[in-house]
């Protein structure tokens, strides 16, 4: 089956340390994106990449780094300079702009 | 930065009744447009894309585009109480989305 795929569901950090969640998709799509989400509030855009090799900062980059090595990977580093990395992380895809994006189930970190 | 704003309810409508959603952009050049649900814990899941002047219906839903007043509009009729999530805006050009509306449909 199609789809993205985000790993783990949940995932638990102690403070300082740094965190990758994964962000597989295997739709053949070109571009991929990384949303933050807080509790009652909407998706702000933290890093997307259009193509490989290639990625641009959304609004709130800060604390955060990515990489795509692969068209089919988009790993995000929580790091120890995000001041409240706590929330909902949610990957979409898709495969030129206009078209629809596709979502992966999300990952809730929690840093202790 | 492109802006894309929502009323953020929450709202609160009785089920059979419409339920009317609000987005506001400020980029005159946005030319799509894209509501998507997400109930609470899950992820975003799109209901309409309207890239056109006017309205665009799919079942209960209609989304109205008035790119002049630069707003987009969800309208849910008779809605059920399996409504109730988060309605997102999202500008497509740039995948930016609004704070979302949160909607409660009480049977």
């Known amino acids: 089956d199609g789809g993205i795929t985000q790993s783990p569901k949940y995932l638990f950090r102690k403070e300082g340390q740094n965190v990758t969640l994964s962000c597989e998709q295997n739709l053949n799509h070109d571009a991929m994106y990384w949303y933050r989400q807080d509790p009652g509030q909407g998706l702000r855009l933290i890093y997307y990449?259009?193509?490989?090799?290639?990625?641009q900062k959304g609004d709130i980059a800060e604390g955060y780094s990515v990489s795509r090595e692969k068209k089919e990977s988009f790993p995000l580093t929580v790091t120890s300079a995000q001041k409240n990395p706590t929330a909902f992380y949610l990957c979409?895809?898709?495969?030129?702009?206009?078209?629809?994006?596709?979502f992966g189930q999300g990952t809730r970190l929690t840093v202790v | 930065q492109k802006e894309v704003e929502q009323n953020s309810g929450p709202l609160s409508v009785p089920e059979g009744a419409i339920a009317s959603l609000n987005c506001t952009y400020s980029d005159r050049g946005s030319q799509s447009f894209f509501w998507y649900r997400q109930y609470s814990g899950k992820s975003p899941e799109l209901i309409m894309f309207i890239y056109s002047n006017g309205d665009k219906e799919d079942g209960r839903f209609t989304a109205q585009l008035n790119k002049a007043s630069q707003y987009v509009s969800l309208l849910i009729r008779d809605s059920q109480p399996s409504d109730s999530a988060t309605y997102l805006c999202a500008v497509y050009s740039d995948m930016r989305f609004g704070a979302g509306t949160r909607l409660t449909v009480k049977p």
């Open positions: 979409a895809s898709r495969r030129t702009e206009n078209t629809e994006a596709f």
């Open positions: 990449s259009q193509i490989v090799n290639d990625f």
